[in-house]
C-alpha cells in the first residue's frame, strides 16, 4: 500500500531541511556500537541502489471496478471520516484484505537475485487483475506502477523498475550481502481497499540485516497487541518505540498508518514513535500499522520521480504492514491468508 505518499510528508514532527545533493554512487556505512574487532567487522561500505528503466503502466480491463481517483494525476487529500463497517462492510474488507495478503504472498516467492522490480510489478497486477480486483497503487496521485518495491536504503514509495535483485559485494571486507526489499500490496475488490507489506531477503542476508527485519517485525506484532476497543492510539508508538530502542533502532516519523476501506487513506492517522496524540480505538474501526525501522538516521530524501523515499544516510531500512479491525476484546489481523 501506499503510505500517504506526498501527502503526509511533514506530520507534526520537525524534520531537518535536507538539501544535500546525492550523488548517484554512496558510500555507505553501516555501524552498529559495538567495540573493538567486533564493531570493525559490521561495518560496510556499500554502492547505493541505482534505479532502473521505469516501464509504462499496465493495462486494466474496463469492467473491472476502480477507485474514483484513477482518472486524476491529483494527489487525493486525506479523508478527515475514520472507517467504521456494517456486517456486510465487515466481509468484503474481509475479502480485500485476504486476496492482498495472497497476492503479497506469492510477491514474495519471486524475490531472488536477477529478478528485477518490474517484473514483481506485473506478477503482482496480473494476479490482482485475475481476481477481478484492481491494484490500488496504480494511478493515486500519479503513481505509475501496481505495487510499490523497497530496497535495502529506500525506506517506502519505491517505483518497480528495470534493476535486478541482487548480492552487493563489499569493496573493503570481500564479503557479501544480499539486498532486502519491501514489498506494498493493495488491492481494490468489490468497492473496498486491502493494505499489507513485508520485507524479504533476496538471498543469504548477513545477521545485522536479519535483525533487522525480525525486529520490526516485532513491533509490527507488540503494537497490534494493545489494539482493542477503547485502547488510546498513542499506546502504539509506545510500544513500537520500547521495542525498536532495545536493539538501537530507530523510528521513522514521517511516514504513518492510516484509516483505510472504502477509501484508501483516512483518519485516523497512525504514528509508530512516542507521542501524545489524543483519541482512541473504536468497535467495528479498520486501520493500517506500518512501522518502518533503520539502521541509522531516521532523516528521509525522496527522489526526483516525487516517489521514491531514502534514508538519508543510506542505512538499510525495514517495514511490515497489516490491515486491522478493531473489535471489543482485541484487534482482528485482516490481511492473512
Request: aromatic share 6%; glycine share 8%; hydrophobic share 35%.
Amino acid at each position: 500500500m501506499i503510505r500517504l505518499f506526498k501527502l503526509l510528508l511533514f506530520l507534526g514532527s520537525s524534520m531537518n531541511n535536507i538539501g544535500k545533493k546525492h550523488s548517484q554512487k554512496w558510500n555507505i556505512i553501516i555501524a552498529r556500537k559495538l567495540s573493538g574487532l567486533e564493531e570493525a567487522m559490521r561495518i560496510r561500505r556499500y554502492t547505493a541502489v541505482k534505479c532502473g528503466k521505469v516501464s509504462g503502466r499496465l493495462p486494466v480491463p474496463d469492467h473491472i471496478l476502480k477507485p474514483p481517483y484513477v482518472n486524476s494525476s491529483v494527489l487525493p487529500e486525506l479523508s478527515c471520516e475514520p472507517q467504521f463497517h456494517d456486517e456486510e462492510g465487515i466481509a468484503r474488507m474481509r475479502a480485500a484484505c485476504e486476496l492482498a495478503a495472497r497476492v503479497l504472498d506469492y510477491a514474495g516467492t519471486l524475490v531472488r537475485p536477477s529478478v528485477t522490480t518490474n517484473e514483481i510489478d506485473k506478477a503482482v497486477h496480473e494476479m490482482i487483475i485475475d481476481a477481478g480486483a484492481y491494484p490500488s497503487p496504480l494511478g493515486y496521485g500519479g503513481f505509475p506502477k501496481s505495487v510499490c518495491t523497497s530496497v535495502n536504503e529506500c525506506m517506502c514509495h519505491g517505483i518497480p523498475d528495470s534493476r535486478q535483485l541482487q548480492v552487493l559485494r563489499s569493496q573493503i571486507l570481500f564479503i557479501s550481502c544480499c539486498d532486502i526489499i519491501n514489498i506494498d500490496v493493495t488491492v481494490y475488490l468489490n468497492g473496498y481497499h486491502g493494505d499489507t507489506s513485508k520485507t524479504y531477503f533476496c538471498g543469504n542476508v548477513d545477521e545485522s540485516m536479519k535483525r533487522l527485519v525480525r525486529v520490526t517485525e516485532e513491533c509490527l506484532e507488540k503494537a497490534i497487541s494493545v489494539c482493542k476497543d477503547g485502547a488510546n492510539f498513542r499506546k502504539i508508538g509506545r510500544r513500537i518505540s520500547e521495542h525498536a530502542e532495545r536493539f538501537g533502532y530507530g523510528v521513522v516519523e514521517r511516514f504513518v498508518g492510516h484509516g483505510v476501506g472504502t477509501i484508501f487513506h483516512s483518519e485516523p492517522i497512525i504514528i509508530h514513535h512516542r507521542n501524545d496524540k489524543p483519541g482512541h480505538m473504536v468497535e467495528g474501526q479498520t486501520f493500517t500499522i506500518e512501522p518502518i525501522l533503520t539502521m541509522g538516521s531516521i532523516d528521509c530524501v525522496t527522489c526526483d520521480d516525487g516517489w521514491t523515499t531514502l534514508t538519508a544516510d543510506g542505512s538499510p531500512a525495514a517495514q511490515f504492514e497489516h490491515t486491522l479491525l478493531i473489535t471489543r476484546t482485541g484487534a482482528e489481523i485482516l490481511t492473512k491468508c
